[in-house]
């Protein structure tokens, strides 16, 4: 039982640049979630998806796309990386909403130059 | 006015010390409050959830007060390993399970 795991750890990106984030959980978990942290923000929403075939824009979507490929897989798009982009993204899951734990993943550390 | 408001600090506490961190919240359709805590580096775990009549884990105590819409967590006895980064979470009932995560207070326990 992994949890959620995040590929890759790192990645340096120049700009312009389009990379996709992978996220997967393996504790049958409905509802999924991308975030940003960036220093002084906290953790912010990027995109969420409440249950399989659904995603929904959180409170930064702007310059991301989110793909939730099947109950276990959440992925995060960058279509033309920006250094604005430059973050700590983790993916998160949980079993029905927010009412319940929320786990995350080890975090992915983006940089674009 | 951010949703989730706390101290960033940094508290610096000697070992054995009690320290409070105190958040607020704005969105009074809030349901359920939690404590994460964030170690340098790594993915944030949740510490404990928040319940209204207040709740206790061992060292740790926390407190909600709705009418004031204020949350609040105590540490006892603290410990070296207590530092780390501690952030007040938010659930808005009605947008689908949303968490709303506070910018953090950082703790810091020296000897």
């Known amino acids: 039982n992994a949890g959620v795991t995040q590929t890759p750890k790192f990645q340096v990106l120049k700009t312009g640049q389009s990379m996709t984030l992978q996220c997967a959980q393996d504790m049958n978990h409905n509802s999924m979630y991308w975030y940003r942290q960036d220093p002084g923000m906290g953790l912010r929403l990027i995109y969420y998806s409440a249950s399989e075939g659904t995603t929904d824009k959180g409170e930064v979507p702007n310059g991301y796309n989110v793909s939730r490929l099947n109950k276990r897989e959440f992925s995060l798009r960058l279509e033309s990386a920006a250094p604005s982009q430059t973050s700590v993204y983790f993916c998160a899951s949980t079993t029905l909403g927010g009412a319940y734990e929320q786990y995350f993943g080890p975090g992915t550390r983006l940089t674009v130059t | 006015r951010k949703e989730v408001e706390q101290d960033p600090g940094p508290f610096n506490v000697p070992e054995g010390a009690t320290v409070a961190f105190n958040c607020t919240y704005s969105n009074s359709a809030s349901q359920s409050f939690f404590w994460y805590r964030q170690d340098c580096r790594k993915e944030p775990k949740l510490l404990m959830s928040v319940y209204s009549s207040g709740n206790e884990d061992g060292r740790f105590t926390a407190q909600l007060n709705r009418a004031s819409q204020y949350i609040s967590l105590l540490i006892r006895d603290s410990k070296l390993s207590d530092s780390a980064t501690y952030l007040c979470?938010?659930?808005?009932?009605?947008?689908?399970?949303?968490?709303?995560f506070g910018q953090g207070t950082e703790l810091s326990v020296k000897p």
């Open positions: 979470v938010v659930n808005i009932g009605n947008q689908g399970g949303k968490l709303i």
